[in-house]
T-cell receptor
Framework: GAGVSQSPSNKVTEKGKDVELRCDPISGHTALYWYRQRLGQGLEFLIYFQGNSAPDKSGLPSDRFSAERTGESVSTLTIQRTQQEDSAVYLC???????????????FGPGTRLLVL | AQKVTQAQTEISVVEKEDVTLDCVYETRDTTYYLFWYKQPPSGELVFLIRRNSFDEQNEISGRYSWNFQKSTSSFNFTITASQVVDSAVYFCALRGRTFAGANSKLTFGKGITLSVRP
């Protein structure tokens, strides 16, 4: 079946502009995560969605970052007034929701490479 | 707080050599889960393995093997008879105990870039 897809694959923008990044999770996966990967670094958690529950936004680095999810499908990560420090790869992952205390494996999309000039 | 340390940043080997990628973790949870992911040049993270903290049995999958040592908080990954296609960045990740529906966010190490030369 289809994996996690993300668009665009690459985005170049000017400092101060807003950008929107899109994620389509695997069908049936109700949990969705956004991570950021800076050059040469590991992944940093940004935000988590699960069904109709309030999202866990604890990883968002500033109020310029926000994300939405439509039901249990598409999610959009928005960065307002982009800064050069926002340049990174933004990765989306989805998983089934655990029904017992065992985390389900997260499956990742190919990422969006964002470059802020 | 949780932390994953991958002290090796870059490793270069010649094809058919064995190579071990180190991973050391820190957590206060008594139940936790460890993962390895592979990130080839295409950028997409590929899941390799998940290990529960209460299961210390080592695992082998083809040329891949994993050595989980709870006493030293390590979860090392060995590739036997490496191939050029193994060239990628490898990430070790940790997730603490979870509850149904809870955020299963992963804490990642910085990754190890493995280059396998023909």
């Amino acid at each position: 079946g289809a994996g996690v897809s993300q668009s665009p694959s690459n985005k170049v923008t000017e400092k101060g502009k807003d950008v929107e990044l899109r994620c389509d999770p695997i069908s049936g996966h109700t949990a969705l995560y956004w991570y950021r990967q800076r050059l040469g670094q590991g992944l940093e958690f940004l935000i988590y969605f699960q069904g109709n529950s309030a999202p866990d936004k604890s990883g968002l680095p500033s109020d310029r970052f926000s994300a939405e999810r439509t039901g249990e499908s598409v999610s959009t990560l928005t960065i307002q007034r982009t800064q050069q420090e926002d340049s990174a790869v933004y990765l989306c992952a989805s998983s089934l929701v655990p029904v017992v205390s065992i985390p389900e494996t997260q499956y990742f999309g190919p990422g969006t490479r964002l470059l802020v000039l | 707080a949780q932390k994953v340390t991958q002290a090796q940043t870059e490793i270069s080997v010649v094809e058919k050599e064995d190579v071990t990628l180190d991973c050391v973790y820190e957590t206060r949870d008594t139940t936790y889960y460890l993962f390895w992911y592979k990130q080839p040049p295409s950028g997409e993270l590929v899941f390799l393995i998940r290990r529960n903290s209460f299961d210390e049995q080592n695992e082998i999958s083809g040329r891949y093997s994993w050595n989980f040592q709870k006493s030293t908080s390590s979860f090392n990954f060995t590739i036997t008879a490496s191939q050029v296609v193994d060239s990628a960045v490898y990430f070790c990740a940790l997730r603490g105990r979870t509850f149904a529906g809870a955020n299963s966010k992963l804490t990642f190490g910085k990754g190890i870039t493995l280059s396998v030369r023909p």
